[in-house]
């Protein structure tokens, strides 16, 4: 009879290589390392990497709870549980449209249902030519002067289906 080995074998589960660039690394850590010491940080550095970076990566989930000393799963929460923080790389420009109910009851909802039709995406998708993304927003601060849309940092009112095809040409224009 053979005698039982002492030892036993663990398996042990490989993590697949992270997706990151050394420069989206970078700007993760210099974000962390940055406001690590403000109570309750990890709302402002998942702000600060969207604002670098365009989007929270992924694969920047486990360095940003390495660097907080928190579990990947409470990061993780915390990122899927807010619907601004964008999961994926957004188009060159972002246009987010108000749908609070002042600018619902100046046209709005056909406002919405123009700018998906015309970009061929629904909210949180990307146009294929990575151009546009398009963002539902639930106040723009601009309810006198709806139906209201901001594409990129530039706040639009008074935003009829014809404007909103105008806007968006020239936004596209630009790259």
Do not use: W
């Not at 010491?37 to 670098?52: E, F, K, M, R, V």
């Amino acid at each position: 009879m053979r005698k039982k080995s002492a030892l036993r074998s663990i398996s042990v589960k490989v993590e697949p290589p992270s997706s990151l660039t050394p420069a989206e690394r970078t700007s993760i850590l210099e974000v962390c390392a940055r406001l690590r010491p403000l109570d309750g940080p990890l709302i402002p550095i998942l702000h600060g990497i969207q604002s670098a970076l365009g989007y929270v990566p992924n694969d920047g989930v486990p360095l940003i709870a390495a660097e907080l000393n928190l579990s990947r799963a409470e990061v993780h929460g915390v990122v899927t549980f807010y619907h601004y923080f964008r999961k994926e790389r957004p188009g060159r420009h972002v246009v987010h449209v108000c749908r609070a109910e002042a600018c619902q009851s100046v046209g709005a909802v056909a406002l919405e249902t123009h700018a998906k039709k015309v970009l061929g995406i629904d909210f949180h998708q990307t146009t294929p030519d990575g151009a546009v993304s398009l963002e539902p927003v639930y106040c723009l601060g601009n309810c006198a002067l709806g139906p209201s849309v901001m594409i990129d940092d530039r706040l639009q009112g008074r935003v009829s289906p014809k404007r909103f095809d105008a806007l968006i040409a020239k936004a596209r224009a630009q790259t």
